[in-house]
T-cell receptor, first 119, second 114 residues
Framework: AQTVTQSQPEMSVQEAETVTLSCTYD???????LFWYKQPPSRQMILVIR??????QNATENRFSVNFQKAAKSFSLKISDSQLGDAAMYFC????????????????FGQGTILTVHP | GAGVSQSPSNKVTEKGKDVELRCDPI?????LYWYRQSLGQGLEFLIY????????KSGLPSDRFSAERTGGSVSTLTIQRTQQEDSAVYLC????????????FGPGTRLTVL
């Protein structure tokens, strides 16, 4: 079974600064997807960024980028030019790319990191 | 278009009562997932529906939990004889067929069992 670990329960950053959230995972699969989701107080899970394991290039979405280290099974999220609206709980998640099995597409989540942005 | 909706937004119940939580997925999405988020925890998978196939119930924590999906659309998660440890946020997500496709989440139902 796959596991996802976020070792930072809480992080804080000054507005306009850069912060990195850590995530490690364990899997025996070679093909999979990794995600970062944002959950503000409204509880709505919002997809921030996605990485496909077969792609060596790190994904980027505007101010958000990842550092994907497949051999180390590490998947960190970097938020540049942090904004007050970035404050939320961030979850790292794993999804198998395999077509077999009945839990096709289910997400396995880490425990989350609460990000506070100071003005 | 409309996103995934869930009702009620909040539910307070007494220990031992049954509750029903509803999820309306995005129209046309064939796959539907239920997850549970306990206080301060990540989300844990509960159950998965795909079209008319038998659901994957491997994540349901006990036989007090059940779910159904009628007509391939609306889903209801039922918890019988609720316990205090059932208190959590229950999130529903839907997606089009295909593992590459993004899961869209609803706002969740916060269940409190007194």
């Amino acid at each position: 079974a796959q596991t996802v670990t976020q070792s930072q329960p809480e992080m804080s950053v000054q507005e306009a600064e850069t912060v990195t959230l850590s995530c490690t995972y364990d899997t025996s699969e070679s093909d999979y997807y990794l995600f970062w989701y944002k959950q503000p107080p409204s509880r709505q899970m919002i997809l921030v960024i996605r990485q496909e394991a077969y792609k060596q290039q790190n994904a980027t979405e505007n101010r958000f980028s990842v550092n994907f280290q497949k051999a180390a099974k590490s998947f960190s999220l970097k938020i540049s030019d942090s904004q007050l609206g970035d404050a939320a709980m961030y979850f790292c998640a794993y999804r198998s790319a395999g077509a077999g099995g009945t839990s096709y597409g289910k997400l396995t989540f880490g425990q989350g990191t609460i990000l506070t942005v100071h003005p | 278009g409309a996103g995934v909706s869930q009702s009620p937004s909040n539910k307070v119940t007494e220990k031992g009562k049954d509750v029903e939580l509803r999820c309306d997925p995005i129209s046309g999405h064939t796959a539907l997932y239920w997850y549970r988020q306990s206080l301060g925890q990540g989300l844990e998978f509960l159950i998965y529906f795909q079209g008319n196939s038998a659901p994957d119930k491997s994540g349901l924590p006990s036989d007090r939990f059940s779910a159904e999906r009628t007509g391939g659309s609306v889903s209801t998660l039922t918890i019988q004889r609720t316990q205090q440890e059932d208190s959590a946020v229950y999130l529903c997500a839907s997606t089009e067929t295909g593992v590459r496709n993004e899961q869209f989440f609803g706002p969740g139902t916060r269940l409190t069992v007194l």
